[in-house]
């Protein structure tokens, strides 16, 4: 976990630095692309890159956390270039607050004293960094949230793959694979000028 955090430390200083030179999709098609080879290398050596493996019969669920996944990172791209990294992470770390909301009204999960008290700090604590009324509220500050609500769907989704998903070897492996397959194929998507359009006015952060 300690790895984990100092790499999301890694992620969002070298994101920062990229979007200088590049739009967000552009970060995105390129991240994607290489984490769908390093995890399509893994699953083709452990014999897991076929059919059975991957079962398809899943893929709306794939598609549903990868498109919320995917909508979280751009908005986080968009906010990473124009918020201080610390508000960055505070407005961020609201994930949990709507995956134990989403959690409760889509997938009945139980909301206790506690749980609700969390939510109510977390939604406080997210005014105090707002400031509504002291102080104009920063478009990008908006933005992050709605892309925390995004990630904060993509962990419920998650959930319901991994019990779809039981019994499958490295389960966490064919996750990974959707999503960066997916992703790659959105940004690439979003990365092509409209028609009609100059190259340069697509693809932008």
């Known amino acids: 976990m300690m790895l984990a955090l100092f790499c999301f430390c890694l992620l969002a200083v070298a994101s920062r630095e990229l979007t200088v030179e590049m739009g967000t999709v552009q970060i995105l098609f390129w991240r994607s692309l ?3 080879i390093m995890v399509s290398t893994i699953l083709y050596s452990k014999g897991l890159l076929n059919r059975e493996g991957l079962k398809p019969e899943v893929a709306p669920w794939h598609f549903l956390r990868n498109g919320a996944h995917f909508a979280g990172q751009c908005a986080w791209l968009i906010a990473i270039a124009a918020l201080p990294l610390a508000e960055v992470f505070a407005l961020e770390f609201t994930t949990p607050l709507w995956a ?3 959690a409760a009204v889509f997938m009945g999960e139980s909301m206790t004293r506690g749980r609700w008290a969390s939510i109510l700090l977390g939604l406080i604590g997210v005014l105090v960094i707002l400031r ?7 478009p990008a500050s908006l933005v992050l949230l ?6 904060g769907i993509s962990i419920i ?3 319901k793959l991994t019990l779809l998903l039981s019994g499958t070897n490295h ?4 996750i990974l694979f959707y999503m960066t397959a997916m992703q790659c194929v959105f ?3 979003l990365s092509l000028p409209a028609p009609g359009l100059p190259r340069r006015m697509t693809g932008g952060g």
């Open 157 to 159: 989704v998650t959930r």
């Open 187 to 189: 940004s690439l998507l």
């Open 171 to 174: 389960t966490f492996l064919l």
């Open 34 to 36: 290489l984490g769908l």
């Open 146 to 151: 709605a892309g925390a609500v995004g990630f």
């Open 132 to 138: 509504p009324g002291a102080a104009v509220i920063d």
């Open 100 to 102: 134990a909301l989403l």
